[in-house]
């Protein structure tokens, strides 16, 4: 299992195991803050990941789909932008499904 060193432990957060979409392998486990649709990952929320997150385009290790590419927001934060129905995302995900990168 991959630990995100960049992870920060947010206030009012609350687990999502993103998974990607083509071939519902695990792809990270994700805090995400507020309601609304998941359109970004922020860097320093993805708690665990199958993927590394020093590339600049999110790629499912499993399948070679394209589920996001990285940007750098104005306020100084990485995250990445996901390609609209390219991952599905569940409350509560367990982490322990996660993989890590090989
Ligand atoms: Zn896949």
């Not at 519902?24 to 507020?34: D, E, S």
Request: proline share 6%; glycine share 10%; aromatic share 4%.
């Amino acid at each position: 299992m991959y630990e995100n060193p960049l992870y920060r432990k947010v206030k009012g957060s609350r687990p999502l195991l993103i998974s990607c979409a083509h071939c519902q392998n695990p792809i990270c486990l994700y805090r995400k803050v507020g309601k609304g649709n998941l359109l970004r990952l922020y860097t320093d929320r993805i708690v665990k990941s199958a993927l590394n997150l020093e590339h600049n385009a999110l790629i499912c290790p499993c399948c070679g789909q394209l589920l996001g590419t990285k940007v750098t927001l104005p306020t100084g934060k990485d995250g990445y932008i996901l390609v609209r129905g390219s991952v599905h995302k569940r409350e509560g995900g367990r982490e322990e499904r996660i993989q890590s990168p090989r």
